[in-house]
């Protein structure tokens, strides 16, 4: 393992904006830790996310990779350290408050109303109305049409806005979602497993429209317990584990390899292989688990989870 | 000549927007199955009973829809938004009783008592729905308790005020001729007289569907019901929205606890127990999905309208009255079949 940690007591000082040259991150946690009751859901969390990066937080099941976002969209209050947005501290007091500076939340479950169409989806929210006082009323019809413009732009090819969203796949709602919140100038774009109920193809989707938000000059936070899915487009890494952070990385100091293995845990692996190796497993196929481990894995969690 | 007329007045679609018949358009409504079904009836009872399409006849229907139809337009929209009140039929009458005992006891003008019930209405919806929010319980709960509350409230209160079950008559009070005339009266329209809560039902069916397709409350109705979760995500108030429909479906009956105080001048404190079912059911059969997300205040206006129907035409049919509840229960259960079908669509494809 040469894998190199980004040194986390320098982070928060050194590093300038990519975009404006200031030492000032879009958005930064320090320290950052939250408990619920008894239970200490995460601890000490130091990230930063800057215009036109993604980094990518990485866990698996009951890391804390919830709880974080949640934190950072404003559904929880951390109560530890600092989250500092443009070099300012903040603690939101809703996801209202998030959105308003400009943090917007892709959620992997929630991110529309199935029943609503597609238009009234877009805008939820944030309608565009007119008229005044009691008479402001919406205006349907621009909606309508941003909303087919605003997909379009992002490659996906709508016939009917009026549709329910629930009508399209998995891998659209996420990029209507995703074109939403680039749409009402998101600086910081989080997004909760995008991929995780997702073919191979519509996952190489999102994972594109991933990339076009980042081109935009956004700010994206990429959830994921999936190293594949991470690497290709994330800039930096953030691993997490029972609550803690296990490594902060930046994409020249790793190899997907290592980020692998680094997820899986080292010792588990083993562990598992082992186990295998006495359940009468072919040695050859023993090491080829020990490859896999980590993928299958992911993939069971993704039809069950 | 029609057909040239009804293409030049089609507006120019969208080139991506793919064309749909309009009989397509009207099965993706949500009170589709509604008003084939009042169609359907319509048509039945025409040709059963001659009276029936008589304007006077007609008048009396609409009437009778109202007194349903006004409760429903609160009912459906508070399904929309995700709820359900089952205190609303006690409530017509809590608004009513507090009207009249309150301007009674202390002999004041009519419309104090009037005021004074809008303030009591109002806040029997906000405490519903403010309840709601702070424990989280099902709404199915939370009213039950408020409509079993009312209940005894309604039955002690007229009679430790008045002394009787039934509440004092104020027909010689100071206002009650003027309050009359707003919430019981008649207007003719060619030759024929229309109750003013035909009126009253229509303007509340117009405001609402107003407000649900083409206001910010509107779309936050929708998505409370449909995903309340997803909507609080997305920064809509969901609170205030929930406690504001409790207060709308409040709104809604102060109006016919007026209507029904100033058409008969007493009130009988055990009165509108059942009837929230009524309400339920219109807006049920009007295409209100019970979870929640999906409907609109016109399926609630057809399922009164049906209901008026069922309820007068069976008399003007000259048919035994016992077979009501049987023909109500088959259209409720017909009309959720289709609405059920309806999500499975929207929600599976």
Known sequence: MNAKEIDQQTLLQNEKDPLTHTPVHLLSLDGVGKHYGNII???EVTMAVDNGRVTCVLGDNGAGKSTLIKIIAGLHQHDAGTLKIMGQERKFSSPRDALDVGIATV???LAVV?????????????ELTSGFGPFKSMDVEKMKDITLKELAAMGIDLRDVEQPIGQLSGGERQCVAIARAVYFGAKVLILDEPTAALGVKQSGVVLRYILQARDRGLGVIFITHNPHHAFPVGDRFLLLKRGKSIGYYDKKDITLDELTAQMAGGAELAELAHELEQLGGHSDVVKEVQGEVADVSQTTGKTYG | MTITQTKTKSPAPDERV????????LLGRPEVGALVGAIVLFIFFALVSPTFTQPGALATILYGSSTIGIMAVGVSLLMIGGEFDLSTGVAVITSALTASLFSWYFTTNVWVGVGLALVVSLSVGFINGW???????????VTLATFLMLTGLNLGL???????????????????????????SSVSVGGVDIKITVFYWFALVAVATWVLMRTRVGNWIF????????????????????IGLFMAVGFCAWILG??????????????GVGNEFLYIIAAVIGGCLLTGGYGSAIGGAIGAFIFGMANKGIVYAQWNPDWFKFFLGLMLLLATIVNLIVKRRAELK
């Open chain 2, 158 to 184: 007229t009679r430790l005020i008045g002394g009787s079950v039934s509440s004092p008559s104020i027909s010689t009070m100071d206002g009650f001729a003027s309050a009359r005339a707003v919430f019981a």
């Open chain 1, 114 to 126: 199935p029943l609503m169409p597609i238009w009234r989806n877009f805008f939820l929210g944030s």
């Open chain 1, 107 to 109: 959620y992997q479950d």
């Open chain 2, 258 to 271: 007026m209507h029904n105080l100033f058409a008969f001048d007493t009130v009988q404190s055990g009165e």
């Open chain 2, 131 to 141: 309840i709601l929010i702070k424990t989280k319980l099902p709404s199915f709960i």
């Open chain 2, 223 to 242: 998505a409370v019901g449909g995903d309340a979760n997803a909507a609080r995500a997305v920064g809509v108030p969901v609170k205030a929205t929930k």
């Open chain 2, 18 to 25: 793919a064309k749909r018949s309009p009989f397509q358009k």
């Open chain 1, 41 to 43: 859901a995460l601890s």
